[in-house]
């Protein structure tokens, strides 16, 4: 049973490319994909390597560590399981593992006004119920 | 060099009523379309040996259907609704941009496998509200973004908008003057879904917030209708009623960015270099050749990426140059001289080409810039599937 109020979220439906990232999650963990040719992480998961083509993508753990690359506020809610959680800040994160490793997830714990590009965020992990977790991010702590 | 420089060319334009929501259907409103162009080169349905077109549905909100000439007009549909299906020689089809179509249409004029090709787009504007993400499953990419709210293109475009302003220190006064002189740009054009609505600095800065800092006028507004062009060679061209629009070059991204999300201006600015640098390299001209630039609008920020990743300002610079009121009418580069989608209304890039074949055959009325000679056209954001032409007056 969802945890959260009905309406829900929308919550991912894993796939086989997907499922390993998605099980991290569900243990508190952030992995991304690294190609075993180049070197290079990628998310989300990929059937082959963007910059060198290779086809051995394995998963692995990464800090969680990250900055605030952009954001945007939404006051209105894109679907109707936001209706409780507005304003909803959507915010864009550079992993601190790569430059360029994007990943869109929402902030908790800050306000719109205290966002500047750059801040320190760190990965937190959101029990939506007992087969979901999501990843958000929030700023480190001190 | 390309060899087929300037060999093709646009010999006419046609367009449907836009509106919201209209009353007629989608193939209705494609006939309408198609019918005006062909009038406008002076050709008959029977003269046409190709048609093309991307006949995607948008992807988000309401109810999206994929019924033949209510919500998509296929061009095998289109073929049997002009009653040309035993005269086509040649189909196209994509899945990506209209625009890719009108490169495919160019190549079957190249080859010699048609003499005239119809490229067109049909746009149905489905009932329900455009943003809502309405399952409670997120499959595939949306999977990354949709648990998150990431469930609309506005969202993405904003967090460029964000960055661009947060990393140059502007703000949205500073894009008040481009988008109120664009929609005044709109109201010199009889195809515009905007005509005869004026707005001001003081009513783009009070605009409704759709995804802060994007309010409802940095997005285009969804309409029913169609915009159809015409090719063939510029030697047929020259036969036909209108002076052509020749097409000197054109380039498409195969540019994939970081991932993670859809958008982000590091990557919009790269791909979009990426495909100047072959346009460029295509025609052997530069950013200092183009007369009139019709920059892709879906979203207003789409427009500052383009301008910067062509070549025609550096990178920030773009919307000091807008509000500066260079890409006026009468500016150094006049810029989405016909109101661009944000006030023709959305057709996928439509827009921009058939302004650009307006402003080289001196049909712009009232918007045209005087003897403009070359005009380019830029289609997306920069990334996979987006393309650029670069149109030019004939002789």
């Given amino acids: ?142 | 060099m390309w060899d087929y420089r300037d060999k093709v060319a646009i010999a006419g334009v046609g367009y449907s009523k836009l509106e919201r929501r209209s009353d007629q259907t989608l193939a209705a409103l494609t006939l309408e379309a198609c019918d005006a162009a062909l009038a406008d080169a002076g050709l008959l349905r029977s003269d046409l040996d190709g048609i093309a077109t991307s006949p995607s549905m948008p992807r988000y909100g309401g109810k999206k259907g994929v019924d033949e000439g209510i919500d998509v007009v296929t061009p095998w549909y289109l073929a049997s609704l002009l009653g040309v299906t035993s005269d086509v020689q040649w189909i196209g089809s994509t899945n990506g941009m209209v625009t890719q179509s009108l490169i495919d249409g160019a190549m079957a004029i190249i080859a010699g496998l048609c003499d005239h090709v119809l490229v067109y787009r049909a746009l149905h504007v489905p009932d329900g509200r455009y943003v809502n993400f309405e399952s409670t499953h997120a499959v595939g990419t949306d999977q990354y973004l949709a648990p998150y709210g990431f469930s609309m293109p506005p969202a993405w475009a904003a967090v460029v908008l964000r960055r661009y302003f947060e990393l140059y220190g502007y703000d949205r006064a500073d894009f008040a003057h481009y988008v109120a002189n664009n929609r005044a740009n709109a109201q010199r054009n009889p195809n515009a879904y905007w005509r005869g609505k004026t707005i001001t600095a003081g009513d783009y800065l009070g605009a409704r917030m759709i995804a802060d800092p994007m309010s409802i006028l940095d997005c285009d507004i969804p309409v029913d209708g169609c915009c159809a062009l015409i090719l063939t060679s510029t030697e047929r061209t020259r036969h036909l009623r209108q002076p052509p629009a020749l097409l000197t070059g054109f380039a498409a991204s195969a540019y994939q960015g970081a991932g993670g999300t859809p958008m982000n201006l590091e990557d919009m600015w790269d791909g979009a270099k990426d495909v100047a640098r072959r346009l460029w390299d295509a025609t052997g001209l530069s950013p200092a050749d183009v007369d009139a630039a019709q920059l892709y609008d879906g979203f207003s920020v789409l427009v500052l990426t383009w301008l910067e990743g062509m070549g025609f300002c550096r990178d920030g610079e773009g919307l000091a140059f807008l509000r500066e009121g260079h890409g006026d009418l009468g500016g150094r580069l006049p810029v989405n001289t016909g109101g661009g989608a944000l006030g023709e209304g959305r057709l996928h890039g439509m827009t921009q080409l058939a302004e650009a074949v307006a402003q080289v055959t001196d049909r712009a009325g009232k918007r045209q810039v005087p003897g403009a000679a070359r005009s380019l056209a830029t289609i997306s954001n920069g990334l996979a599937k987006s393309t650029a032409f670069l149109f030019s007056r004939d002789g």
């Fill in chain 1, 1 to 142: 049973m969802p945890e959260t109020d009905s309406p829900q979220r929308p919550l991912p439906l894993p796939d086989p490319l997907s499922e390993p990232f998605w099980a991290a999650a569900r243990r508190h963990e952030l992995h991304m994909q690294k190609c075993e040719s180049c070197g290079r992480l990628a998310y989300p998961p990929e059937i082959a390597c963007r910059a060198c083509g290779g086809g051995r993508l394995a998963f692995t753990p990464v800090s969680g560590r990250a900055t605030l690359h952009s954001w945007t506020v939404l006051h209105d809610p894109p679907s109707p399981g936001f209706r409780d959680r507005l304003p909803v800040i959507l915010a864009v994160v550079e992993l601190e593992e790569q430059e360029r490793l994007l990943m869109s997830s929402n902030l908790i714990g800050i306000a719109p006004e205290d966002l500047r590009i750059g801040l320190p965020l760190e990965a937190l992990f959101e029990d939506v119920t007992d087969d979901c977790t999501l990843v958000q991010f929030g700023p480190t702590e001190r």
